[in-house]
């Protein structure tokens, strides 16, 4: 793809010109990677997330917009570019793609990745963000939020790509609420896919056991209409 052209779903030439800082881990910041018309018609195709978490992209139902989308960013020109940018070999490696619809006062703490991911790219899929909290900050210190080296608000196309590194701290100030993430990350190997799927398959059956559970009343209570 040549430079200044654009695919239909996102722009890849913001994202060639886009600079790589690399004090203290390598990251790019991209506002409206995503251009406005494509937002519209990702933001009528995405998947109804009521739940909180991140759900992997197989375990959620979506229209076909959406999906283009992700196959765009699955496909070579985008991980062309991000080994260009990076100085990195993806080749052989495999994706993953997770999304979240919604936080709450519990997300956000401070973290790094998973030294299984190679590369983290979030693309945030909101409208103007007004509120102070949900803005994810890139961190110098594992335990002081505002040691902040830069921070992205979670709105309108922006994409925000960082080589994982065991400093890539990062996290942000609570917010409830709807706050929509893509999250595509490119992994050491094929299991590392395979595990996550599966975890989140018994994690969602674990907690549909309990809601049916918590659902059922009690043998001490009252017949209906009692």
């Known amino acids: 793809m040549a430079v200044g052209e654009k695919t239909e779903w996102y722009d ?3 994202f060639r010109r886009a600079p790589l800082a690399k004090d203290p881990f ?3 910041i991209v506002p409206h990677f995503i251009p406005p018309e494509a937002m519209k018609k990702i933001d009528r195709d995405f998947p109804r997330i009521a739940r909180l978490g991140s759900f992997p992209l197989p375990s959620l139902e979506y229209g076909s917009d959406f999906g283009a989308m ?3 960013l699955r496909a070579p020109a985008f991980a ?3 080994e260009e940018k990076f100085g990195i070999d993806l080749k052989g490696r495999p994706t993953m793609v997770t999304v979240r619809g919604t936080s709450g006062t519990r997300d956000g703490h401070i973290h790094t990745d998973s030294v299984t991911k190679l590369i983290t790219v979030l693309i945030y899929l909101n409208s103007k963000w007004e509120s102070g909290g949900g803005r994810l900050r890139l961190l110098r210190s594992a335990t002081d939020l505002n040691a902040i080296i830069a921070e992205v608000p979670p709105d309108e196309g922006t994409l925000l790509i960082f080589k994982n590194a065991p400093n890539a701290w990062h996290g942000y100030e ?3 609420g709807p706050r929509r993430v893509i999250q595509l990350n490119w992994v050491t190997k094929n299991s590392v896919v395979v595990m ?3 975890r989140h398959r018994v994690s969602a059956a674990i907690k549909r056991i ?3 559970l918590s659902a059922r ?3 001490d209570a009252p017949a209906p209409g009692g």
């Open 12 to 14: 890849l030439d913001a």
């Open 26 to 28: 390598p990251y790019a």
């Open 70 to 72: 992700i196959a765009a």
């Open 80 to 82: 062309a570019a991000v």
């Open 174 to 176: 609570p917010f409830e």
């Open 196 to 198: 996550e799927q599966t």
């Open 210 to 212: 309990g809601a049916a």
């Open 217 to 219: 009343p009690s043998r």
